[in-house]
């Protein structure tokens, strides 16, 4: 088996495309054996990385894409999405676990995504969120 | 009067408690979320349901944009006066619970036995 491969896909704002390119993603991780919680945690993060990017970054605008990159080397995976927006900063989104944002129903995603993943930055204007999941060994 | 084609939760009624199974495996795209948000508002909305139990025992993946409608779902059965309960919950997911602190908001059970107990 290959120790490193790259694949990139330019899709339109669509929820639906951004599906079919987290399930060809999590195929390569899972043929590369990831475990089930590793697979979990990077499909968690590619989906709000690509909602961000589909709903925020590009405004729901199917004539506008999102750019992803995929890259395994050595038992890492690594996902960088990108989108046509303004950018953001990430500092800037409240921290939902604070008392009086507790019952907020929005502001988890990039939560979630930093637990998940073993590095996560944003890059270029902010408009660009690089992902790494490195491989760990079933603990059971 | 929801489309029926497209029922994301199966409700069973146990008395007065109502058993929300998911039945999807993945709970990620926006409208999949939205027909579980309105079949789940529905339940309180209008058909007047004040106990609520969802069991998430085919759940395998979840988003946060779910997280949002659940948080919705319980803050409207708490204005009716009544509980949202969970159960069945597997541990990634749970994770995401304590993850984002809402595991202090929501009520969790094993199964759907414990969280029917004395409910």
Redesign the interface.
Known sequence: MASAETLEWAIPSD??EA?RVQEEIVAKIEAYGFS??DV??L??AM??AL?NAI?HGNGGDRSKQVRVWYEYVDGCASVRVEDEGPGFDPGDVPD??LDEN????????I??MR?FLDEIRYEGRGNVVFMKKCRTAEAD | MSAASHRRIEVEEFGDVSVARFADKKI????RIQHIGNQLFGLVDEDGRKKIVLDFANV??????A???L??L??KVKAAGGQLRMCNIR??IK??FV????D??FKMFDDQESALEKF
Not at chain 1, 102 to 109: A, N, Q, S, T, Y
């Open positions: 929820t639906g599906q089930a919680r979990f945690g499909r968690l989906e709000e909602m709903r939902p676990t507790l019952e907020r129903p929005g502001g988890r995603g939560m979630l637990n | 990620l795209d926006e409208t395998e993946y979840l988003s946060s944009a997280l949002g409608k948080i919705t319980d803050k541990q990634e994770e995401v993850i984002t602190r809402l202090q908001l």
